[in-house]
């Protein structure tokens, strides 16, 4: 995806929460002056199941894990990270703003393992504390505002569409998404809202990709998608 098309849906989240952009651009700087260029070529997932795996309850039934751990490549979101890997589950990617399980961060650039570390306007702290711990070659560094530098963005908005959405665009031939629970009644309300916003992106993710995600069925049809621009 580029950004002429991520732009108004882009803009449509800020103005939801009202974020500032501004804020979005001072954080993707800081996270660049931080990073350096990363080898997609590494995360190349042409032709693969790539299981996207969210950090929700389900995540731990078995189920759920057998579904990663038979996937080609496992993105997982954030705390999922953490759990996939205390099951046994190895991990290719982890896509985080840091909020959570900093520490499992560090540990999987330690070992080599690459991870999407996200700048926002109110992440700025936690990027400053933890990206100068990584290893900073296995460091894809990400925004949703305007690339620049090495920063990229690949579209999405929670940890869990993102990275649906960089295994998009690495070429992967099914998503099969794992842990996600949309309607989990533990979460508060503005994890609700972006929770509702991360249903909507995938919803044009798929339509884009032409493939039909198991996880919208019964959804679709009560999905708010008046800001996606086809």
């Known amino acids: 995806m580029n950004f002429a098309e991520w732009e108004p849906v882009y803009e449509a989240v800020l103005a939801d929460f009202g974020y500032d952009r501004a804020d979005d651009g001072r954080a993707r700087d800081g996270l660049a002056s931080l990073t350096g260029q990363f080898d997609l070529s590494r995360l190349d997932a042409r ?5 996207v795996a969210g950090a929700g ?3 731990t039934d078995s189920a759920a894990l057998e579904r990663a751990g038979e996937a080609d490549a496992v993105f997982a979101a954030s705390a999922a990270a953490k759990r996939l890997e205390a099951s046994g589950v190895a ?7 840091l909020d959570k399980v900093p520490e499992t961060a560090r540990a999987l650039t330690e070992r080599g393992t690459p991870v999407a570390a996200h700048a926002h306007g109110d992440n700025v702290p936690a990027i400053e504390k933890w990206v100068p711990q990584f290893e900073g070659r296995h460091v894809l560094p990400t925004t949703q505002a305007e690339p620049a530098g090495p920063v990229r963005n690949f579209g999405g908005f929670t940890d869990g569409d993102r990275a649906a ?3 998009d665009y690495l070429g992967a031939s099914e998503l099969a998404f794992v842990g996600w629970d949309l309607d989990d009644p533990a979460v508060g309300a503005e994890k609700r809202r972006k929770l509702r916003w991360a249903e909507r992106l995938l919803l044009w993710l798929e339509r884009r990709r032409g493939e039909r995600f198991a996880l919208l069925d019964g959804r679709r049809e009560r999905i708010d998608d008046d800001a996606l621009r086809e």
């Not at 991990?91 to 703003?97: A, F, I, K, N, Y």
Request: charged share 20%.
């Open 57 to 59: 309850p389900s995540l």
């Open 165 to 167: 959405f960089l295994a």
């Open 47 to 51: 032709g693969d199941r790539v299981a």
């Open 91 to 97: 991990v290719d990617l982890m896509v985080t703003d």
